[in-house]
């Protein structure tokens, strides 16, 4: 595939799209953990996976969901930020330049990082020459970008256009800049093994068959029935005196130490197989305009080489998704080109070709008249954004800070 092949295709076809396979890296039917999420009613239900009924192929079959679209999007950012790193091709980003401030394990965060891209609130509350981000020139481009002419997040970060963004804190009450997803991802496991289970009010819920359990003895021996004070301040001690402010009894468990009772819970899974569904789609691509009809074919192709790029990135980098869940592909499924009739043809293609496709898409995209922000946009953070980090990291520190959970 070539560039002037590519350009076609966004102006003729439907999508580009791929089915790829995947196993647990530790063969087939070993077990793996998706995500958990938040239990639903009262009295803190326990934390669970989430399962739906799809129809894959001819069958209709219990499947989890082991890596939603948004968590893609980010693993997508992710391969094409460590090819920015290795300095292989240009992408145009911002940065907030964090060094220097005091911020333990701080140092750069890019709008590929961050959670609503270029547009931000990390970018918002940083200085361009002196001037609040948005508040400067190419802020306010940027501010005003729409589908009729998205020049402006083409040239400084073109991922917002592909993966998504909307500029929620802009003008009109959130009615700023808006822009859909040009690529789609996701990993589900299908044919999972399920446990139906009757909640007596009318429902049943689905819950994985698998378990997961946990304990944790205490070398030291400590037992739950040794008196412990903690206080306000997040020291302890065994006196209440000792332990100063606003002291409270608690277990030792409480403070890290004694043996945690074993405990199992309705975790993890097995499947026939995994799935990483891929769709690059050209009448999204189609819906975005760079003022004229040469730069809209430039601009709409060199997005698709983007996509393609962090889809064979992703590939070549694994998915090693979270703790007991790395994935391995399962043989190599053929990218297939999907005409608008709904027949497809399949296409092959590899990393360095599409890198090569990529470059050859960004130097037409310049020849047709983008003025592309080739190195970094580096951006200062405000003096108040820096504090609330700092008071932020202090608060965790002392132990005083909110507790996030993962999941």
């Given at each position: 595939?070539?560039?002037?092949?590519?350009?076609?295709?966004?102006?003729?076809?439907?999508?580009?799209?791929?089915?790829?396979?995947?196993?647990?890296?530790?063969?087939?039917?070993?077990?793996?953990?998706?995500p958990?999420?938040?239990?639903?009613?009262?009295?803190?239900?326990?934390?669970?996976?989430?399962f739906?009924?799809?129809?894959?192929?001819?069958?209709?079959?219990?499947?989890?969901?082991?890596?939603?679209?948004?968590?893609?999007a980010?693993?997508?950012?992710?391969?094409?930020?460590?090819i920015?790193?290795?300095?292989?091709?240009?992408?145009?980003?911002?940065?907030?330049?964090?060094?220097?401030?005091?911020l333990?394990?701080?140092?750069?965060?890019?709008?590929?990082?961050?959670?609503?891209?270029?547009?931000?609130?990390?970018?918002?509350?940083?200085?361009?020459?002196?001037?609040?981000?948005?508040k400067?020139?190419?802020?306010?481009?940027?501010?005003?970008?729409?589908?009729?002419?998205?020049?402006?997040?083409?040239?400084?970060?073109?991922t917002?256009?592909l993966?998504?963004?909307?500029?929620?804190?802009?003008?009109?009450?959130?009615?700023?800049?808006?822009?859909?997803?040009?690529?789609?991802?996701?990993?589900?496991?299908?044919?999972?093994?399920?446990?139906?289970?009757?909640?007596?009010?009318?429902?049943?819920?689905?819950r994985?068959a698998?378990?997961?359990?946990?304990?944790?003895?205490?070398?030291?021996?400590?037992?739950?029935?040794?008196?412990?004070y903690?206080g306000?301040?997040?020291?302890?001690?065994?006196?209440?005196?000792?332990?100063?402010?606003?002291?409270?009894?608690v277990?030792?468990?409480?403070?890290?130490?004694g043996n945690?009772?074993?405990?199992?819970?309705p975790?993890?899974?097995?499947?026939?197989?995994?799935?990483?569904?891929?769709?690059?789609?050209?009448?999204?691509?189609?819906?975005?305009?760079?003022?004229?009809?040469?730069?809209d074919?430039?601009?709409?192709?060199?997005?698709?080489?983007?996509?393609?790029?962090?889809?064979?990135?992703q590939?070549?980098?694994?998915?090693?998704?979270?703790?007991?869940?790395?994935?391995?592909?399962?043989?190599?499924?053929?990218l297939?080109?999907?005409?608008?009739?709904?027949?497809?043809?399949?296409?092959?293609?590899?990393?360095?070709?599409?890198?090569?496709l990529?470059?050859?898409?960004?130097?037409?995209?310049?020849?047709?008249?983008?003025?592309?922000?080739?190195?970094?946009?580096?951006?200062?953070?405000?003096?108040?954004?820096?504090?609330?980090?700092?008071?932020?990291?202090?608060?965790?520190?002392?132990?005083?800070g909110?507790?996030?959970?993962?999941?």
């Open positions: 595939m070539n560039a002037a092949a590519l350009t076609k295709m966004v102006a003729e076809d439907a999508a580009l799209r791929r089915r790829q396979r995947l196993q647990p890296v530790g063969g087939k039917g070993d077990k793996i953990f998706p958990t999420y938040p239990g639903e009613g009262r009295n803190n239900p326990p934390p669970r996976h989430v739906e009924r799809r129809r894959l192929g001819d069958k209709e079959i219990w499947c989890v969901l082991v890596d939603s679209v948004q968590s893609q980010n693993r997508l950012e992710e391969s094409l930020l460590g920015i790193r290795e300095k292989s091709v240009c992408i145009p980003h911002v940065v907030v330049d964090f060094s220097g401030k005091g333990d394990g701080i140092s750069t965060i890019t709008s590929l990082e961050a959670p609503h891209r270029v547009y931000d609130a990390i970018f918002r509350d940083s200085l361009l020459d002196g001037q609040p981000f948005m400067s020139t190419l802020g306010e481009r940027l501010a005003k970008a729409s589908n009729a002419d998205a020049s402006a997040l083409l040239e400084i970060s073109p917002a256009l993966f998504g963004s909307w500029y929620s804190t802009g003008g009109g009450g959130g009615l700023g800049a808006k822009f859909a997803r040009c690529l789609v991802a996701e990993i589900v496991a299908a044919d999972v093994p399920v446990d139906l289970i009757d909640q007596r009010n009318g429902e049943v819920e689905s994985t698998g378990r997961r359990t946990g304990s944790r003895i205490d070398p030291l021996g400590v037992l739950s029935k040794v008196e412990v903690k306000d301040n997040g020291e302890w001690d065994v006196t209440e005196a000792g332990a100063g402010p606003k002291a409270k009894r277990r030792p468990s409480e403070i890290n130490h945690i009772a074993p405990s199992v819970q975790l993890g899974i097995t499947c026939d197989y995994l799935e990483h569904m891929f769709v690059l789609s050209f009448a999204a691509l189609r819906r975005l305009r760079f003022g004229s009809r040469e730069k074919a430039a601009g709409r192709a060199l997005l698709a080489a983007l996509g393609l790029m962090a889809m064979a990135e590939d070549a980098q694994g998915y090693a998704l979270r703790s007991r869940c790395d994935l391995v592909c399962d043989g190599k499924a053929p297939e080109l999907v005409h608008s009739d709904g027949t497809s043809a399949n296409i092959s293609i590899d990393v360095a070709e599409v890198r090569n990529y470059r050859a898409t960004f130097t037409a995209a310049k020849d047709s008249g983008f003025k592309f922000q080739e190195a970094p946009l580096s951006l200062t953070p405000q003096n108040k954004l820096v504090e609330i980090v700092r008071q932020s990291q202090n608060l965790a520190l002392t132990g005083k909110e507790g996030t959970e993962e999941v």
